[in-house]
């Protein structure tokens, strides 16, 4: 009598665990899914961590920025892992910034000047490799969530870059939040529909709040 009991409660288990599934679709409007997967994940793409491409530098410890305000006090620090096909990005900040969500985005210039015509403008725009020019760029991230001490993490996983597309450049938090351009037709100004250029280049994030030269460790 018990091998029927036990054949129905794995079959009740297997139903509970596939009700548990996403069956979300992503969209097929542009803009609308950010080029990374949020959460502490494993290594995408099948790979073990710190295994990294021939002639990249692999395992913890890849590259690491040191973040700074616009006062140019040190507030944080991010450390960039080889993880699979892509990159692990965690962000510490232990001060300095407001409450809320902060868009981050990889920049293309490896210069956080906080004296530049507006904080940390040096740093360049968005970061696009590989002939990439479409949204979301190649440097776009999660935005990272701030508490009322000032201070806050994020963990997230990017495949649109590598280690090595990466050295150099910088890492900008922004003011607000980014709303990757997924702006709705029914939100549309001027009678356009969707996001205008501006919402597209920066995701309404506002300002530069910090900033990080990414260096190889």
Do not use: W
Not at 188 to 213: F, I, M, N, Q
């Amino acid at each position: 009598m018990r091998i029927p009991v036990a054949i129905a409660a794995a079959t009740a288990l297997g139903l509970a665990l596939a009700g548990c599934s996403n069956s979300e679709e992503p969209s097929t409007v542009k803009g609308t899914n950010p080029t990374v997967i949020t959460g502490d994940q494993g290594a995408p793409g099948g790979q073990a961590e710190g295994h990294g491409d021939e002639g990249e530098a692999g395992g913890a410890g890849d590259a690491t920025a040191t973040l700074i305000d616009v006062n140019g006090r040190k507030i944080g620090t991010a450390e960039f892992t080889k993880a699979g096909n892509g990159v692990k990005i965690v962000v510490n900040v232990a001060q300095g910034l407001t409450q809320g969500f902060h868009g981050m985005h990889i920049h293309t210039n490896g210069v956080c000047d906080p004296k530049s015509a507006e904080p940390f403008s040096s740093a360049g725009g968005h970061l696009q490799v590989g002939g990439h020019t479409g949204h979301p760029s190649s440097g776009d991230l999660v935005s990272i969530y701030i508490g009322s001490n000032g201070g806050g993490t994020a963990t997230t996983t990017s495949e649109a870059v590598t280690i090595k597309q990466i050295i150099g450049k910088s890492l900008v938090i922004h003011a607000g939040a980014d709303n990757f351009g997924n702006i709705p037709d029914r939100y549309s100004a001027d009678g356009k529909p969707g996001p205008d250029e501006k919402t597209l280049a920066t995701g309404d994030a506002g300002g530069r709040a910090a900033c990080g030269v990414i260096d190889a460790d």
